[in-house]
């Protein structure tokens, strides 16, 4: 995705609006159905996120950070409050430490982003090797947006195992997402 | 500022799932910039997108669509 697009949307180009919306807006809309959003919410979810992204833009272009990458954690993060919110469970964040509000300098560069998305078949592939067990947590993690001490709880397991399980599998997915994607963590 | 101990906390930080404390100190590294948690957030923050991302899309009907553009180029 080319990033001067979104500088072209935040200037008022409405056919770089629409671009961004074809390509971007069914991924979207399929991560927040992940979530449990319905069809009914779609037209909220979408006009929310993309006012977001024209008046965000600037800001995170001025890292150099990918506006694709924003947008996606951007739906995650709403989703999870949504969802948390509705199971009466405390914030994920409290907002003001709500890291897409604290700073933008953590977000990836688009050059990582694409990368990404051209080796997910490798990817993919990487992330069936982890253990079920493994697996378990982070999908409850990943997808139920559920802290360590929630999911522990959820699958009467001592806290200390479940925390062991999420960085055992987190550091195997690191290490080998640094193989593939090559060189970009470089120089730490 | 001593950052190592948190090598295995990013990605659980960028998804919600630690707790008060933990959140709380990689918080604080983040709004002191702290380059070297910047950096590994960063790399965090790649992990995260890929498993967060489906590949799988929706089809986004051509109404919603003009709906959803037309109130934006209002604003
Ligand atoms: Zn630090």
């Not at chain 1, 809309?29 to 449990?36: E, H, I, P, T, V």
């Not at chain 1, 779609?42 to 990918?66: A, T």
Request: glycine share 4%; proline share 6%; with cysteine.
């Amino acid at each position: 995705m080319h990033e001067d697009l979104f500088a072209r949307a935040e200037a008022g180009d409405e056919p770089a609006l629409d671009e961004i919306f074809d390509r971007l807006a069914p991924r979207l809309l399929a991560l927040s159905a992940r979530f449990g959003s319905t069809p009914a919410d779609d037209e909220q979810i979408l006009g929310d996120l993309f006012y977001g992204l024209l008046k965000e833009s600037r800001r995170f272009r001025r890292h150099g950070g990918s506006a694709t990458a924003w947008l996606a954690f951007a739906v995650r993060t709403g989703r999870i409050e949504k969802r948390r919110a509705a199971a009466h469970l405390p914030r994920a964040w409290p907002p003001r430490q709500n890291p897409l509000r604290i700073s933008l300098a953590w977000l990836p560069r688009p050059s990582d982003i694409a990368r990404i998305d051209e080796r997910r078949d490798l990817l993919n592939k990487v992330l069936r090797h982890l253990p079920k067990p493994q697996m378990q947590v982070l999908e409850m993690a990943v997808f139920d947006g559920l802290t360590e001490s929630e999911i522990a709880e959820k699958l009467k397991q001592p806290l200390g195992m479940v925390a062991a399980e999420l960085r055992a599998a987190f550091r195997f997915l690191r290490h080998r997402m640094s193989a593939i994607l090559g060189t970009w963590n470089a120089g730490i | 500022m001593e950052c190592r101990h948190l090598d295995d906390l990013y990605e659980l930080y960028l998804l919600g799932a630690l707790g008060v404390s933990e959140r709380s100190e990689i918080h604080e590294h983040l709004r002191a910039d702290c380059p070297y948690c910047t950096e590994r957030l960063r790399q965090a923050a790649l992990t995260v997108y890929f498993l967060a991302l489906p590949d799988r899309k929706v089809r986004v009907p051509q109404p919603l669509k003009a709906q959803v553009l037309r109130r934006l180029i209002k604003k």
